[in-house]
Nanobody, 115 residues
Framework: QVQLAESGGGTVQPGGSLRLSCAASGSTFSINVMGWYRQAPGKPRELVATIASGGYINYADSVKGRFTISRDSAKTTVILQMNSLKPGDTAAYFC?????????WGQGTQVTVSS
């Protein structure tokens, strides 16, 4: 079992920055991949960025060059630095951890980009 605690998020103007943090607890040694997904109203949940236990990083094309995912040395906290935010980035952002074929999710944090 893994528990995920998210922090960060909020409202920012276009072009601004936000930082999301996700701290994992429990059976963290079993985590294969951690990352962030987002879901806008009326749309399916989509991948934003992930980082695997071996260090491989994957970004959605829509955030490449603007978002950066990183983690601490213990591999239990994942940070998503979001720069040059656009209104299209507005969504609920969810932390995710994968152990084998099982997904664990955080409760989500709202990011709103609006002038």
């Amino acid at each position: 079992q893994v528990q995920l605690a998210e922090s960060g998020g909020g409202t920012v103007q276009p072009g601004g920055s936000l930082r999301l943090s996700c701290a994992a607890s429990g059976s963290t040694f079993s985590i294969n991949v951690m990352g962030w997904y987002r879901q806008a109203p009326g749309k399916p949940r989509e991948l934003v960025a992930t980082i695997a236990s071996g260090g491989y990083i994957n970004y959605a094309d829509s955030v490449k060059g603007r978002f950066t995912i990183s983690r601490d040395s213990a591999k239990t906290t994942v940070i998503l630095q979001m720069n040059s935010l656009k209104p299209g980035d507005t969504a609920a952002y969810f932390c995710n951890a994968k152990i084998g074929y099982r997904d664990y999710w955080g409760q989500g944090t709202q990011v709103t980009v609006s002038s």
